[in-house]
């Protein structure tokens, strides 16, 4: 019976070893997967946190870097009040077809100063007086209203051209009011007939009292002015007088020199046909000019600027403007 007993115990003993070597296969096997997953989620969470940072650098190196600003031309249709213009009136009109490009206070009636030389040329020009007549600057040609001081002294003599040049190109009062005092009829008579032909050019809110502009009486408005610089343009020597950029000139015996009050009319950058500045206190700084922008032919009125540079200000953003548009539709300014 013993030995029956110690033989099963023996059996026992061998099935149990098998089990037990089983049982630990199986832990360790599971102990294996556990720590491979265990090694699994760190790994994930590690990539996550490497994307994470990935992530915010680059979007720290996405927000470092400033975007550009879409390139836009300017387009003639575009509303031009970004040009800000600083003269109280303003008119740009394109002479090929009429179109008014820009204006501001187009119709407002205010003094003109010098401005007035033009239509004393053009009622000059109109009489068919003799340019080459010699005339006389005398003491009715002093400046009374703003005692404004001149080059050309009581008693200087010139040809009417001369008087015409420097009352165009240098802005000369005793020269524009000699040309007044010498026409038929003297000053009362020439008044008359510019405002006779302010009324021909259809300048209906325009007046003039006296042929220098000195007088704040004298007065119009862009559009009106816009007419009168189209008109004169027509004039080939009021064209070529404004436009000279320095004469030199015997006068009493000695060569002086004249320049032009428009520095435009110096520079390399416009092409202008057509020009005349002005000032007095009550008209402020003015200018108009008869000029080609981007190809194109326009009339430029600009009338009381307070700066000294305003008006040329002006000018130049209107010439940056116009070529800005032609550069957009592919037309190369010249």
């Known amino acids: 019976m013993r030995r029956k007993l110690l033989a099963l115990l023996a059996s026992l003993t ?38 994470k940072k990935t992530q915010k650098k680059k979007v720290v190196a996405k927000s470092s870097v400033p975007a550009r600003k879409p390139v836009r031309h300017v387009a003639l249709n575009d509303d031009p009040a970004h040009l800000a213009i600083q003269s109280s009136a303003a008119v740009v009109i394109d002479q090929n077809s009429g179109k008014v490009l820009v204006e501001k206070q187009p119709d407002a009636v205010v003094p003109i100063a010098s401005i007035t030389k033009l239509m004393t040329a053009m009622v000059v020009i109109d009489a068919g007086l003799d340019l080459g007549e010699v005339i006389a600057i005398s003491a009715d040609d002093i400046d009374d209203l703003k005692g404004t001081r001149s080059r050309l002294p009581v008693g200087t003599t010139m040809t009417r051209e001369t008087a015409m040049l420097l009352a165009l190109m240098s802005s000369e009062n005793r020269a524009a009011n000699a040309l007044g005092r010498h026409y038929p009829g003297g000053i009362n008579a020439f008044v008359q007939a510019m405002n006779r032909k302010a009324r021909s050019l259809g300048m209906f809110d325009s007046r003039f009292e006296e042929p220098t502009g000195l007088s704040s009486n004298n007065v119009s408005t862009a559009h009106d002015l816009a007419r009168m610089v189209t008109a004169a343009a027509r004039y080939p020597q009021i064209r070529m007088y404004s436009t000279t950029a320095e004469a030199k000139l015997e006068l009493n015996g000695r060569i002086q020199t004249f320049g032009n009050t428009n520095a435009l009319v110096r520079s390399d950058n416009w092409h202008i046909g057509l020009s005349k500045t002005g000032y007095i206190s009550e008209a402020g700084r003015c200018l108009v000019m008869q000029a080609w922008v981007a190809d194109k032919p326009v009339i430029i009125v600009l009338l009381d600027s307070q700066g000294k540079m305003t008006r040329v200000g002006d000018a130049n953003r209107i010439k940056r403007w116009m070529e800005s548009a032609a550069l957009a539709v592919g037309i190369k300014p010249v």
């Open 14 to 51: 061998l099935v149990a070893a098998p089990l037990q070597v089983l049982a630990a296969k199986v832990e360790a096997q599971g102990a294996k997967k556990t720590a491979t997953k265990s090694v699994a989620a760190k790994k994930q969470v590690a990539k996550k946190q490497v994307a």
